[in-house]
């Protein structure tokens, strides 16, 4: 399964983007449990910012909550981003896990947000 990634890019500080992610290959919906979003900073691991589960419960790091929204539609997950601050410059990767514990990542885009 290869999932895709789009809606990075440049924005100004207080600005938003919204990404997308789906699966570029055939993948039953029904065996997908949780849908999720990491970032990774220059020089700093990858950290989950974003989870959804089937059910549509979410989870989000302390620093994106109230300004970042996610959610998912069958096999794609979204992730809207508004009043963008430069530390939320990153490469985003989507994840997908599967209930037998497959898991599965976008190949990330890149966003920056200029102060």
């Known amino acids: 399964v290869q999932l895709q990634a789009f809606g990075g890019g440049l924005v100004q500080a207080g600005g938003s983007l919204r990404l997308s992610c789906a699966a570029s290959?055939?993948?039953?919906?029904?065996?997908?449990?949780?849908m999720a979003w990491y970032r990774q900073a220059p020089g700093e691991q990858r950290n989950l910012v974003a989870s959804?589960?089937?059910?549509?419960r979410t989870n989000y790091v302390d620093s994106v909550k109230g300004r970042f929204t996610i959610s998912r539609d069958n096999a794609k997950v979204n992730l809207q981003m508004n009043s963008l601050k430069p530390e939320d410059t990153a490469v985003y990767y989507c994840?997908?896990?599967?209930?037998?514990?497959?898991?599965?990542w976008g190949r990330g885009t890149l966003v920056t947000v200029s102060s």
């Open positions: 959804i589960t089937r059910s549509g």
């Open positions: 994840n997908f896990g599967e209930f037998t514990g497959n898991q599965y």
């Open positions: 290959t055939t993948i039953s919906i029904f065996s997908i449990n949780v």
